[in-house]
């Protein structure tokens, strides 16, 4: 954000940097999880639509948990929803790799569904008001971070669980949650 989008300073660079930081993981959480969550859904037991269902559960859970995150953003300030959204989030992802059935696992999602959707309303608003003037450029950087973890995060989250295992790659993303420096 220094330089040419006319923010001057080290503070905020720094700061565009952490936003940048925080969002990029936040999203890498969700698209790392793609290609092996439903594979790991199938080794707890799981049905064909208990895959579906924990799957789409975030997203529509999610859907609720932004319009909670948008009051809670406009109620309480911006930093304090991300904040619990991330902890959150961190909370279930580490349980995701140590639940015990498919129905344990859906409470887990119910929860980073929430979480989620918490998250995006305040980072949002945080990122606009941070950006001033040079709102649109800013939050077309924030989209092209997103893009970037849409790219990496799949493949990334891949090899991460065919090498280790899933319970190593929900660790490491609840893990990463847990240091960013909000």
């Not at 995701?96 to 569904?113: D, E, F, I, Q």
């Not at 001033?132 to 891949?158: H, S, T, Y």
Request: aromatic residues 10%.
């Amino acid at each position: 954000m220094a330089g040419s989008s006319g923010v001057e300073g080290p503070r905020r660079t720094g700061e565009w940097w952490a936003l940048a930081g925080t969002v990029f993981v936040s999203f890498v959480d969700t698209f790392a999880l793609l290609p092996v969550l439903p594979v790991y859904v199938r080794g707890l037991g799981a049905e064909p639509w208990q895959i579906g269902l924990v799957i789409g559960i975030y997203s529509l859970v999610g859907l609720v948990g932004q319009v909670l995150g948008g009051y809670a953003a406009d109620t309480f300030g911006r930093k304090r929803p991300v904040v619990y959204s991330l902890l959150g989030s961190s909370v279930a992802l580490g349980l995701y790799g140590v639940v015990p059935s498919v129905w344990w696992l859906l409470a887990m999602r119910v929860l980073h569904g929430i979480s989620g959707g918490l998250f995006l309303p305040g980072i949002f608003a945080l990122v606009g008001e941070r950006a001033g003037v040079q709102r649109a450029q800013v939050m077309g950087r924030i989209g092209a971070v997103i893009g970037m973890a849409a790219i990496v995060a799949p493949p990334l989250g891949g090899w991460i669980a065919r090498a280790w295992g899933a319970p190593v790659l929900f660790g490491a993303v609840s893990y990463a949650h847990l240091t960013l420096p909000t």
